[in-house]
């Protein structure tokens, strides 16, 4: 379990855990200890990485069974420092040899009742977010990615750090002490030269408080960012366009099936009512929730995504119920219902 916010010590546990084969579980440090309990027993984690100060949540969790060991990033305590254990690290480890279908990642997604469910992510989800590419209008040398995303979930963890690396452009990191504040990560972005980054649509609502943010802040890098999450209302998207003066596309997904509709401007003019179209690669349709049946342009049903798509989650953990739900025949369904124009 990698219980941390964004900082070099969460990027490098999940590369390690990637590379000897086992399977990593994102924590949003938000959470308490009751949330904490729930996955740590659910998931049978038997080590967690945490921040000096998350200590006094795990202090009722030692019954758990599977729950073995703390390391402790960025300090000291009463567990194992991860400093240490790097420093112990053998420059002749062996990679593990891993296949497109072992599994690799494990994120919790709050459902709208009972427990959280735990999504189970195979290797081929990692590189199945050629998406990116796309939302960003092709990523290019110079770029640096920066998000205020949280590194716990999927927008902040796969589309924001582990979907930027393959293209070789670098991922900067920021501990927020507080809530989002507009002025801090202009600055920031400012600073650093940050050129590319994903800001769900309460984030830009909040940079959108800043007046005339060009004339404030004159070094700006920024090119382009995308939304998602939420849909960015006409005024929003204005304002992006013509006051921040980046260019704008939106993308689609979810914890089970990621990244994988949306636009890219610099190959058509956005429409921004539409959710885009499905990047290359993903198939993508509506069909009739109940009976799995394709629908023809203007019906409304469910948006599904063909389950051989790289993005595709592997299966619920330890819930075969809730997987059965989930799919009909060759299609995952994601839930939300839409339509598909004639485009």
Same mark, same amino acid.
């Given at each position: ?56 949540? !795990? ?13 402790? =990033? +960025? &300090?000291?305590? @009463? #567990? *194992? ?57 092709? !990523? ?13 979930? =999927? +927008? &902040?963890?796969? @589309? #924001? *750090? ?57 070094? !700006? ?123």
């Amino acid at each position: 379990a990698v219980h941390l916010p964004q900082r070099p010590e969460t990027a490098i546990a999940h590369m390690a855990c990637y590379r000897i084969g086992a399977i990593a579980l994102p924590i949003s440090k938000l959470f308490g200890p009751e949330a904490l309990r729930y996955r740590l027993s659910n998931s049978g984690a038997p080590a967690i990485i945490v921040e000096p100060e998350s200590l006094p949540k !795990l202090e009722g969790l030692h019954d758990i069974e599977t729950f073995k060991h703390v390391i402790i =990033a +960025g &300090g000291k305590g @009463d #567990g *194992l420092s991860f400093d240490e254990l790097m420093a112990k690290g053998s420059p002749d480890l062996t990679v593990e040899k891993n296949n497109a279908e072992d599994p690799a990642l494990l994120m919790y997604t709050s459902g709208t009742t009972g427990n959280p469910k735990g999504v189970l992510q195979a290797h081929r989800y990692v590189l199945g977010h050629n998406g990116i590419d796309y939302s960003y209008n092709f !990523l290019r040398q110079g770029d640096l990615y920066y998000s205020p995303a949280d590194w716990a979930w =999927a +927008g &902040g963890l796969l @589309d #924001g *750090l582990l979907a930027i690396w393959p293209y070789g452009i670098p991922v900067l990191a920021y501990k927020s002490k507080a809530r989002f504040d507009p002025d801090v990560t202009y600055k920031l972005v400012e600073k650093y030269g940050a050129t590319v980054g994903l800001y769900p649509p309460t984030a830009l609502k909040l940079l959108r408080e800043v007046s005339k943010p060009r004339d404030k802040y004159r070094n !700006l890098r920024l090119r382009c960012v995308v939304s998602g999450a939420e849909p960015v209302s006409p005024e929003l998207a204005k304002w992006v366009a013509e006051e921040l003066k980046v260019e704008f596309n939106q993308g689609f997904g979810q914890t089970e099936a990621n990244y994988f509709i949306g636009n890219c401007s610099a190959l058509e003019k956005p429409k921004l009512e539409p959710l885009g179209k499905a990047y290359p690669g993903h198939v993508v349709t509506v069909v009739d929730p109940e009976s799995g049946k394709v629908l023809k342009p203007g019906e409304t049903g469910d948006i599904a995504i063909r389950r051989d798509s790289p993005v595709v989650m592997k299966e619920y953990w330890k819930n075969p119920e809730a997987m059965r739900d989930k799919f009909r025949g060759e299609w995952l369904l994601t839930g939300d219902t839409g339509h598909m124009d004639d485009e």
